[in-house]
C-alpha cells in the first residue's frame, strides 16, 4: 500500500496510523523521524486533510510519490556498526600493511574470512555466506568486491568526466 501512494495519501495514512498505534512504530515503519511524524500530526490536527495539500508555487510536471525502496530490517544499522566495530579491532589494530598493495590484498582476505569462516555468536553462530540467502530470499551468493583505495579518486567527484557518469574501479597497471 506504501510503495505507490501520491505524497498526500502516504502522508494522511501515516498519520492515522500515528493515531492507531503511536509515534515510535510508525517512526519504524514509515522510516522518517520523530519530529516529521510530529509535524504531520500537529499539521493533521489543525487542517485535518486539507494539512497535506501541495502549496508549493512551482508547477509540478509530474506528480510528487513517495515510493518505500525496500523491505526494512531493524538491524541493518546495528549489522553494519558492528562491522565497523569488528573490523576496527580484528582487522587494522593487528594488521600491520607495508604498503598500498599489502593492505588492499589483507583487507580482501579479511573481507573473504569474515564472510565466509567467522560464525556471528547474534546470528546463532552462522557467518555472512549463510546467513545472506535467507535474510535476502536469494539463492546468490554474497557479491565479492575487492576494495580499492577511494582517496585517489575523490579529485574527480563533482567534475564533468567523459560519459558524464563516474564510476569507482581497480585501474589497470
Known amino acids: 500500500m506504501i510503495g505507490s501512494q501520491d505524497a498526500k495519501t502516504y502522508r494522511l495514512q501515516m498519520v492515522q496510523d500515528v493515531l492507531k498505534y503511536g509515534i515510535k512504530p510508525c517512526v519504524r515503519h514509515y522510516q522518517t523521524t520523530v519530529k516529521t511524524v510530529r509535524k504531520g500530526v500537529k499539521r493533521y490536527q489543525q487542517y485535518k486533510e486539507d494539512g497535506f495539500k501541495d502549496l508549493s508555487r512551482k508547477k509540478h510536471t509530474v506528480q510528487s510519490r513517495l515510493i518505500k525502496k525496500h523491505n526494512r530490517r531493524p538491524t541493518w544499522n546495528?549489522?553494519?556498526?558492528?562491522?565497523?566495530?569488528?573490523?576496527?579491532?580484528?582487522?587494522?589494530?593487528?594488521?600491520?600493511?607495508?604498503?598500498?598493495?599489502?593492505?588492499?590484498?589483507?583487507?580482501?582476505?579479511?573481507?573473504?574470512?569474515?564472510?565466509?569462516?567467522?560464525?556471528?555468536?547474534?546470528?546463532?553462530?552462522?557467518?555472512?555466506?549463510?546467513?545472506?540467502?535467507?535474510?535476502?530470499?536469494?539463492?546468490?551468493?554474497?557479491?565479492?568486491?575487492?576494495?580499492?583505495?577511494?582517496?585517489?579518486?575523490?579529485?574527480?567527484?563533482?567534475?564533468?568526466?567523459k560519459g558524464d557518469t563516474f564510476y569507482l574501479y581497480h585501474p589497470r597497471k
Not at 87 to 92: A, L, V
Not at 114 to 125: A, H, L, V
Open 78 to 161: 546495528s549489522d553494519v556498526e558492528s562491522f565497523h566495530n569488528l573490523i576496527e579491532e580484528e582487522f587494522f589494530l593487528s594488521e600491520k600493511p607495508n604498503n598500498e598493495i599489502d593492505l588492499l590484498a589483507k583487507t580482501f582476505a579479511y573481507q573473504i574470512w569474515f564472510n565466509s569462516f567467522r560464525n556471528n555468536r547474534g546470528r546463532n553462530n552462522q557467518n555472512p555466506e549463510q546467513i545472506f540467502p535467507s535474510e535476502l530470499n536469494t539463492n546468490k551468493p554474497i557479491p565479492v568486491i575487492p576494495p580499492i583505495l577511494v582517496d585517489k579518486y575523490m579529485q574527480l567527484f563533482g567534475k564533468d568526466i
